[in-house]
């Protein structure tokens, strides 16, 4: 992984991570040595590097073959990801298009057939990305609530969800009714069972 990443077009420009980006990946790293599993919260202010300090600890997951890698966030997000995983770190990955119900490249190619709901879970790629909205809007028995279901099937190496605070209790801090998860709540819990 350390020469993969040394070999990161990030790097061929001349450019590195930042220390505290290197810190990052250094802590999923021993985490992940020491514990089994890396269960790391990152918060920090707009632009500092967070979503290049996930992707290349997402990048090491992928390479040391931990299984498939998950990151979910907002839809407004998801290009954004996958373009800045390709052209910092050269690391290709999927979007699932809800819309579609297929896989799509960087380049807006098809990486799968479109029109299946359960191909969410069959990501072509070791890296998938997906909109946090499947979840959050899943209603009875819409597409978003079997596209969901889908990817709980699957075991990940690493999950990776951006925009964390939006995964909360139904009402918010003070709120009288009983604590519920809203469902991306659920899912996380689901989801790292």
Known sequence: PAAAVAEAPIYRAGEQLQPWQRSFVTIFMKHREVYGKARLLLADEVGV????????????????????????????LTTQWQVEMKDKLGIPSAVWSSHQKMWIG????????RGNAAAISQCPHKIGIVSTGIIIHQREDNAFVREAKSLLKNKYGTVILDEAHKARVKGGIGDNRTAEPNNLFAFMLEIAK
């Open 106 to 113: 960087v380049d807006g190619q098809a990486l799968s057939p």
């Open 49 to 76: 590097g967070k979503t290049l300090s996930m992707a290349t600890s997402a990048l090491v997951s992928a390479l040391l073959d931990d299984g498939p890698v998950l990151i979910l966030a907002p839809s407004s």
